[in-house]
Structure formats: C-alpha cells, structure tokens
C-alpha cells in the first residue's frame, strides 16, 4: 500500500490534466494539517491535561494550549483561561498523521458512510469533526468515560472546492457515495 505522499505525486499529471494546467507547480498541494480541541470547563485542569496527552498520543507532537479572546460572564469564562489545544503538523508527521487516520481512524467510526463533501469550504481547506478520540488506535486501550472530540482541519493551496476534491480524492479520503435522484 502507497502512502498519502506516493499517491498524491503519482496522481499529479492526471490533476494537472484535468485542470489543463502544465506547470506542476501551480496544482493543489496540502500546506498542514491542524488538529484541535476544545476542553469544555476551564477549571478542570484534569481534562485539560488529559486532552493534552491524548492529542499528543495521538499525533506524535506536544499540543498548544489556546487561549479564550475574551471574557463571557455567562459561561464564567475568563480572557486568557485554557479552553482548547491545537497541534499543527507538517511535512513527514503531517503525511504520516494523514495515512493513519484516512486507513486506521476513519474505518473504525462507528456507522461511518464516508466524510461528507460538504466539509470542503471555498478556500479549499476540508475539514472534520471527528466525535470520539477513540478511534485512533494509540488510544484504543483507555478507559471509555473521558472521550472528547476533534476537529481535524487539512489546508491545501487549492484555489476552490473543485480542484481540492481532486487533490482529495488523489489522497484517497473516502468520501460519501452520492446517489441519483430518482
């Protein structure tokens, strides 16, 4: 089985084709991929380390804390208070992270029909919300009462939606079957 980056270099002429461009520097290619998540109360400085080192399990690179922007006196949420962790991958960990979630984590979802198309925003960036950490399998061994969820976001330099489904269909992200009106 070839990799994420084997796949993308070999469907480069068909894309290249398909957008009548020549020039292979001017197709899509993916810049990083950002996974983040939020931990809910600020106070529970438990879940926020725990969140932290299953992100960090879970993608071979320490997690950043993020910070909230303001204060909302309804959620007793203070300006600067840990809220979230985000993790920014790229290069080799990026393809490698990529690999493991398109053949080991996204299989194991439960009910899983493919990632919707609709996820494509018009920058060209997909993104997805994946609901249980426990998919990955560096997490599969957990006790299941502290599941939270991410948002995996992959940033390509796709110009639309039409040319990153190209390049996201040349990494082999399974995507939903559409089926015809009758």
């Known amino acids: 089985m070839k990799g994420t980056k084997e796949r993308i270099a070999l469907a480069l002429p068909t894309i290249g084709k398909t957008l009548g461009r ?22 529970d400085k438990h879940r ?4 932290a080192d299953r992100l960090a399990k879970i993608t071979g ?3 950043s804390p993020r910070a909230a922007k303001t204060s909302i006196a309804s959620f007793k949420l203070r300006e600067g208070e840990i809220i979230g962790y985000a993790v920014t991958l790229r290069g080799a960990r990026m393809y490698g992270f990529l690999d493991k979630l398109i053949h080991a984590a996204l299989p194991r979802t439960k009910d899983f029909k493919g990632v919707p198309s609709t996820g494509i925003d018009e920058a060209g960036n997909l993104t997805l919300g994946i609901k249980e950490h426990v ?3 560096e997490t599969a061994d957990e006790e299941q009462k502290d599941i939270f969820g991410l948002a995996v976001t992959i940033v390509t330099t796709a110009k639309n939606r039409a040319e990153a489904r190209l390049l996201f269909d040349a990494m082999g992200i399974p995507f939903k079957k559409t089926t015809p009106a009758r």
Do not use: D
Request: charged share 15%; proline share 6%.
């Open 22 to 43: 020549t020039n292979i520097h001017s197709l899509p290619r993916l810049v990083k991929v950002v996974v983040s998540s939020g931990t809910g109360r600020a106070k």
């Open 48 to 51: 926020n380390a725990h969140v």
């Open 61 to 63: 690179q320490k997690a």
């Open 135 to 137: 998919i990955f399998p």
